[in-house]
């Protein structure tokens, strides 16, 4: 199972990042497979990925939206997915990987 850290807190990206490192370090353990990390202002998450639907590189997380707007870290197992991703595509939402974490991404950004 995958590791997620995240904090909220007002301080430089430096300081961010050392507190997020630490955390991912702590639970690095649960997810051998990548560490990923997105630090922005007063916010950080990170993943220790555990890989398992989609073992390519291209579904490393966080992932971020195409326009870069919103960002995930996801824990779980969507397992109607792949009819969800269908439904996405026929109103033109494009994938970039089979993950059920971009799925997730996706969905939330057309509903919101």
């Known amino acids: 199972m995958c590791g997620i850290a995240g904090v909220i807190k007002q301080g430089s ?38 890989s398992i639907i989609d073992l390519s590189d291209s579904a490393n997380q966080p992932l971020h939206s195409e326009d870069d707007r ?21 109103k033109g939402v494009r994938f970039r990987t089979q993950s059920d974490t971009e799925v997730v991404l996706a969905a939330y950004i057309l509903l919101w």
């Open 13 to 50: 990206k430096e300081n961010l990042k050392a507190i997020l490192t630490r955390m991912l370090e702590a639970t690095k353990h649960r997810g051998p497979n990548h560490t990923g990390t997105f630090i922005s202002d007063g916010i950080a998450i990170g993943m220790n990925r555990l």
């Open 70 to 90: 919103y960002s995930i870290v996801y824990n779980g197992e969507v397992y109607n997915f792949p009819e969800i991703k269908k439904t996405l595509e026929l």
